[in-house]
């Protein structure tokens, strides 16, 4: 059982930047992998970015280049930073402790980018 808090939400215009935090209650190389997901209104919950417990990293086609996933072990916790936000990036932010399926949820934190 892993218990996971975001934060860092806001509210941003196009072309800023924001940064994400996800803690974790427990050492997060105890979990095989540590995900942000978004959900955009009207669309479907999609995949952000993923950090696995060995450090590598993969992301989203839309964010690749803009968006990078990183941890801090000692803090149990997962960072995304988020540069050249796009109003398309609009969504509720939630971090994922395991997989999508089986993994356990955050409550999500509001981004909203203005253009």
């Known amino acids: 059982q892993v218990r996971v808090v975001e934060s860092g939400g806001g509210l941003v215009q196009a072309g800023g930047s924001l940064r994400l935090s996800c803690v974790a209650s427990?050492?997060?190389?105890?979990?095989?992998?540590m995900g942000w997901y978004r959900r955009a209104p009207g669309k479907q919950r999609e995949l952000v970015a993923r950090?696995?417990?060995?450090?590598?990293?993969n992301y989203a086609d839309s964010v690749k280049g803009r968006f990078t996933i990183s941890r801090d072990i000692a803090k149990n916790t997962v960072y995304l930073q988020m540069n050249s936000l796009k109003p398309e990036d609009t969504a509720v932010y939630y971090c994922?402790?395991?997989?999508?399926?089986?993994?356990?949820w955050g409550q999500g934190t509001q981004v909203t980018v203005s253009s």
């Open positions: 950090i696995i417990r060995g450090g590598n990293t």
């Open positions: 427990r050492s997060i190389l105890s979990i095989n992998a």
């Open positions: 994922n402790a395991g997989t999508e399926v089986t993994g356990y």
